[in-house]
């Protein structure tokens, strides 16, 4: 009998952790958006998105952490817990320094979930001279 209970409890505890671990992070926040294209953006003018998010749990959700996949872009967070309900955004700030195409991603870490969320930018940066150009068109 003890070896029943025993083995009963192993198999809840792992189905437990196993159904834990299988949380995602859109299960408390849903973004508006996960993708956000700037189109053609004139070089050495840097630029902004505020990718807005609703916590959509039962309690309050803490943002840990927002990482970038390069030094080019700079994420900030809120620091304070979201409340339930609310809606906070992550700013995704983009150094438009090198002409060329690109693509960024922001890892958004949110506590208590293993598996960050990702956020994305891209477009162009074009030479000031070629933004001219499309600007008057």
């Given at each position: ?91 995704a700030g983009f ?43």
């Amino acid at each position: 009998m003890k070896r029943i209970f025993l083995f009963a409890a192993l198999i809840s505890t792992a189905l437990f952790g196993f159904s834990q671990a299988n949380v995602k992070a859109d299960a408390l926040v849903k973004f508006k958006e996960l993708r956000h294209n700037f189109g053609k953006i004139k070089q050495g003018v840097p630029v902004t998105h505020d990718f807005e998010f609703t916590n959509v749990s039962g309690q309050p959700v803490i943002i840990e952490t927002a990482t970038a996949s390069c030094g080019c872009t700079t994420p900030t967070w809120p620091q304070a817990p979201v409340m339930k309900e609310k809606s906070a955004s992550i700013k995704a700030g983009f150094n438009a320094a090198a002409p060329g195409p690109f693509e960024k991603t922001v890892y958004v870490k949110v506590k208590g979930i293993d598996t960050p969320l990702e956020l994305r930018i891209a477009g162009e940066v074009v030479s000031a001279a070629e933004f001219d150009k499309l600007s008057k068109k």
